[in-house]
């Protein structure tokens, strides 16, 4: 059970709030956890970004020894490190299946750049 008290401002806007929105007695009940909910998802989030970071940060540390040493093979990075090298997508595509945020690619292979085409509609 969690108990806590709110400042009284913020918990009389929530209150009115809930009100307005839930007409029945669990409203409050069902706000408070979309509450923690989205709070969750938001931390999760930044987790993500921080993994993602972190991972981007890893290949750029080893790109030139990858491309040196394992062109044209599949690689994984997950926590910052290289988990696994692997002549198919099948074989490393188990490596770190856990991991938040993972870098799996083909050594060589370079992606399109994203290109903003600027489309533009003109109605007369």
């Known amino acids: 059970m969690l108990t806590m008290e709110l400042p009284k401002p913020l918990q009389q806007e929530f209150e009115q709030t809930v009100q307005q929105k839930f007409y029945d007695h669990d409203g409050m009940k069902r706000a408070v956890i979309e509450a923690i909910e989205l709070w969750l998802a938001t931390q999760r989030q930044h987790r993500i970004k921080a993994e993602a970071k972190t991972n981007n940060q890893a290949f750029e540390n080893i790109k030139a020894q990858l491309e040196r040493d394992c062109f044209g093979k599949w690689v994984v990075i997950a926590h910052g ?44």
């Open 81 to 124: 490190k290289l988990q696994g090298i692997g002549d198919s997508l099948k074989e490393v595509n188990q490596l770190a299946p856990e991991a938040p945020d993972r870098i799996v690619m083909q050594v060589g292979e370079h992606q399109p750049k994203e290109v903003d085409l600027g489309w533009q509609i003109a109605f007369d």
